[in-house]
């Protein structure tokens, strides 16, 4: 019985080490990005999970009137690449993009999900607006925790999607914790439902 046990142990052990190695984010160089991105580069990661091989592409498209965020996340299929989602925004005023970006497998299913915060910048001058956003992919679906603050007074206020109430308890608890500890500002203080 001992002899079964361990053995039992020892192959639960290859098998996570096995799943584990399997898994894995690397930041890749322009050079090296094989998916199509305008702009300049900004952030690109390359990571395996249990749905395949995917690409994360992040780029600034600035023109005379505006400037653009554009960040992408493909998978790699026997036909090319696909493009799961794509997130674009953009201000006449400026936008910035922050390096608070996450690729963890938070429930712990195998598959890797994405956070990443921004900052849009609004009319200074006149409004003193800026907004921040934190959008995360879960399951190839997007939510998102919004913040409007004005420049030199204290009224910003954070808001979440309401889909966030049909994500599961690691995951929300994650995102908000996130928010709080990146973002600072407005902090959320919710409870996990």
């Not at 674009?88 to 299913?109: A, H, M, N, Q, V």
């Not at 679906?141 to 919004?146: C, E, F, G, Q, S």
């Not at 603050?149 to 690691?170: C, E, I, Q, R």
Request: net charge neutral; proline share 3%.
């Amino acid at each position: 019985m001992r002899e079964k046990l361990l053995a039992f142990i020892c192959l639960t052990a290859c098998f996570v080490q096995r799943v584990s190695a399997q898994m894995y984010v690397n930041v890749i160089p322009a050079e090296k990005v094989p998916v199509p991105y305008i702009g300049a580069l900004l952030e690109a990661r390359e990571f395996k999970d249990a749905l395949g091989l995917h690409y994360y592409v992040a780029t600034d498209v600035r023109t005379d009137k505006t400037d653009s965020l554009f960040v992408r996340r493909y998978t790699k299929t026997a036909a090319g690449f696909v493009l799961d989602w794509q997130i674009r925004d953009f201000s006449p005023y400026g936008i910035t993009y922050e390096t608070w970006l996450k690729i963890k497998d938070i429930d712990g299913d195998g598959v890797y999900e994405t956070a990443f915060v921004y900052r849009v910048e609004g009319d200074v001058v006149a409004h003193g607006l800026m907004r921040e956003k934190l959008i995360l992919h879960y399951k190839n679906k997007k939510y998102a925790i919004r913040n409007t603050a004005h420049y030199g007074v204290d009224d910003d206020k954070a808001t979440m999607d309401k889909s966030f109430d049909t994500l599961p308890k690691s995951v929300k608890a994650f995102v908000i914790n996130m928010w709080n500890k990146e973002v600072g500002s407005s902090d959320i203080v919710q409870e996990i439902h």
